[in-house]
């Protein structure tokens, strides 16, 4: 019996293997000799800046995510940010109105539409895909890029009211 187990294990180890690396391959950018040597400076960009980001505004996930938006949005507006800096302050963005939905926080629904927008159009102008970016932030990679695939594929949520943005709580 156990060794049924470990062989059924095993079988469904590798079938989850190759449905990854074929979902990958339906993602996967052209590559180029112009992307390979691109895709290092853009991709360290990217990250340093998601990490500052982080550092900077996540404290505010928990307690309000109209103020972590604001923190994020706050980096965004700095002047002389490279595109790779900025897709990398806005894709934490997007990892932390995530982090907002699994606690049910008010408006991160409408954040996390927004980011993976925005983020979808800004890895176009770059040449990335998600495989490319998910890494630049600790975390499972694949559920993450699953979840903005079926985010982008929702129409845009309404906007925040004013009377949902009162009983929100600030610190």
């Given at each position: ?24 391959l ?13 895709l ?92 490319d ?15 903005a ?23």
């Open positions: 019996m156990l060794k049924v187990l470990k062989i059924n294990r095993l079988i469904f180890a590798l079938a989850l293997i190759a449905a990854v690396c074929i979902d990958s339906a993602y996967a950018q052209p590559i180029t000799v112009d992307r390979v040597s691109a290092p400076s853009i991709i360290a960009g990217a990250k340093q800046s998601a990490l500052v980001a982080q550092q900077d505004c996540i404290r505010y996930v928990q307690m309000n995510v109209f103020e972590f938006e604001e923190c994020i949005n706050k980096r965004l507006n700095a002047k002389g940010l490279t595109s790779a800096k900025r897709l990398g302050i806005t894709y934490m963005g997007f990892v932390g109105a995530l982090s907002g939905q699994r606690m049910g926080s008010q408006g991160s629904h409408r954040m996390s539409w927004e980011f993976a927008n925005k983020i979808q159009k800004m890895q176009k102008k770059l040449g990335l895909n998600d495989n970016l998910c890494p630049i932030i600790p975390g499972d990679c694949q559920m993450r890029i699953a979840r695939q079926l985010i982008l594929k929702q129409p845009a949520p309404a906007p925040i009211t004013e009377s949902e943005l009162a009983g929100v709580h600030k610190h």
